[in-house]
DNA sequence: CGTAAAATTGAGCTGTCTCAATCAATGTGG
DNA sequence: CCACATTGATTGAGACAGCTCAATTTTACG
């Protein structure tokens, strides 16, 4: 086990600060025609645009503030439009758990799509922007349209299916096969959403958020991601990171 | 990390032997009335009887070996009358994950109400005596009816949250820890089951399981349990398991 | 541009693993 | 219902992956 009180929750985060800005529709966000947001703002030319279960308003929080509380009530399913954020538990002894990391496009928290509050906090990495469905909307989509349905399903259980890799990460897999892994697993993910250029693309996470990620220290993650750089394995540049060498990374694990 | 080769399927595993044998009903169960089954077997007296769903047939599977392959398409959702069974995944240097136990009333792989193949390989832990649902009428069941979805739901998302849980566990916490969570956790989900009698239960699971499930090796199990034992917090006789010190057990988690 | 946050480094240290080897329990076939 | 065969539990000595605790330097951001 490791002690390291890597979280201390100041005063200030335990208020969120919005930017509460009128935007028009979501012009211009690459998420726009992928996703969930695809699903319901389709283009121009898109069949349907069901705007009215997404919100006009795009808000923001901070990096490191919270932008939902565990088991605090909230009615609407807010989506990340711009930016990171990581859900995680704290415990008591100032310790922290990242249990998922939150891309653009993907939801707050898919548990808010049957639950009234989140099972757990999500923080901001990075300045986050998002909007919110609203919830009645969803439920009502989902009642009617059995593929939309589906969809919040399917999504659901690749959420649960990514934590069960986590299971197995923590329990069974060394600490440079972790880091690898999740390297990887982002890059995958940013791949869909087309946001990785030849290997390369924004990466915002800090070392505390890959140790709090992988049950690790940051000394050890510092040690580990110098071994990969040293190896030509990754590289790292203005927060950008390139993976040098996807195939000795993925030879690794296992 | 650690590199015990727990697991080595053998040849016979990989065949899964049926017992199939006709029976009425589901009489005695104690589970008649609880969790999914309750739903859909209510008693003489209770409204619904809702059987076309619940297969007649009562299969079982003997210890060690697996109920279900993951990937592999079925299309019933299997529920547990009898026996434990625990839902893992192999790595392939022989290495074991548990991801979760299954007892009995609970569906194994609840994944399977929605998708055709299960994520993970489940593994009897004693004899596993089940019960197929028919897929396709637990999801007219989830369209005709809101509450049953709902429940469906709820119980997935439960599901989720209790690996998350682990994630917790395996990321921050020790090994005595994670042993004591394990140990109530599973206390916790018998006693709704009303299995649990004076803090006393049955108790299958071998050591390899706890040390699998928890990302530990067996010889470590066995010194933790042992810790346990001298400090009077729990006691084993004869595959029960009592609690002797909740309070305890409790207090050193965190 | 100043300050808070993050990264880096190093010298111990320890929780948990590895590797056997032995013993106990459980199940199985005759 | 016994004797073997398999599986599981227990033990111990030694090893090491990853942690702790600073202290220092670098980076990021308001």
């Given at each position: 086990?490791?002690?390291?009180?890597?979280?201390?929750?100041?005063?200030?985060?335990?208020?969120?600060?919005?930017?509460?800005?009128?935007?028009?529709?979501?012009?211009?966000?690459?998420?726009?025609?992928?996703?969930?947001?695809?699903?319901?703002?389709?283009?121009?030319?898109?069949?349907?645009?069901?705007?009215?279960?997404?919100?006009?308003?795009?808000?923001?929080?901070?990096?490191?503030?919270?932008?939902?509380?565990?088991?605090?009530?909230?009615?609407?399913?807010?989506?990340?439009?711009?930016?990171?954020?990581?859900?995680?538990?704290?415990?008591?002894?100032?310790?922290?758990?990242?249990?998922?990391?939150?891309?653009?496009?993907?939801?707050?928290?898919?548990?808010?799509?049957?639950?009234?509050?989140?099972r757990h906090n999500v923080e901001a990495v990075t300045r986050v922007y998002y909007r919110?469905?609203?919830?009645?909307?969803?439920?009502?989509?989902?009642?009617?349209?059995?593929?939309?349905?589906?969809?919040?399903?399917?999504?659901?259980?690749?959420?649960?299916?990514?934590?069960?890799?986590?299971?197995?990460?923590?329990?069974?897999?060394?600490?440079?096969?972790?880091?690898?892994?999740?390297?990887?697993?982002?890059?995958?993910?940013?791949?869909?959403?087309?946001?990785?250029?030849?290997?390369?693309?924004?990466?915002?996470?800090?070392?505390?958020?890959?140790?709090?990620?992988?049950?690790?220290?940051?000394?050890?993650?510092?040690q580990v991601l110098n071994v990969f750089r040293e190896k030509r394995l990754i590289s790292?540049?203005?927060?950008?990171?390139?993976?040098?060498?996807?195939e000795e990374l993925r030879g690794m694990i296992n």
């Amino acid at each position: 086990m490791n002690n390291n009180k890597s979280i201390t929750l100041r005063s200030k985060q335990r208020n969120s600060d919005f930017h509460n800005e009128q935007k028009q529709g979501c012009p211009g966000c690459p998420m726009q025609t992928l996703g969930l947001c695809g699903i319901f703002i389709k283009g121009a030319d898109g069949a349907s645009s069901d705007h009215t279960a997404l919100s006009q308003i795009e808000r923001s929080t901070a990096a490191r503030r919270l932008i939902l509380r565990s088991n605090e009530r909230i009615n609407s399913v807010p989506v990340v439009c711009r930016g990171w954020a990581a859900s995680a538990e704290y415990l008591r002894n100032g310790q922290r758990q990242i249990l998922s990391f939150v891309l653009p496009g993907d939801l707050i928290s898919a548990s808010l799509l049957f639950r009234e509050a989140p099972r757990h906090n999500v923080e901001a990495v990075t300045r986050v922007y998002y909007r919110d469905f609203d919830r009645m909307a969803l439920r009502e989509a989902m009642r009617a349209r059995p593929d939309i349905l589906e969809l919040f399903l399917t999504s659901f259980s690749d959420e649960t299916e990514r934590i069960a890799e986590m299971v197995v990460d923590l329990g069974r897999r060394s600490a440079h096969q972790r880091v690898a892994r999740l390297l990887l697993t982002l890059m995958e993910r940013l791949e869909k959403s087309e946001m990785v250029r030849d290997q390369a693309f924004n990466f915002p996470l800090r070392q505390t958020h890959i140790a709090d990620a992988l049950g690790l220290t940051t000394p050890y993650v510092n040690q580990v991601l110098n071994v990969f750089r040293e190896k030509r394995l990754i590289s790292f540049e203005k927060r950008s990171l390139t993976i040098l060498n996807a195939e000795e990374l993925r030879g690794m694990i296992n």
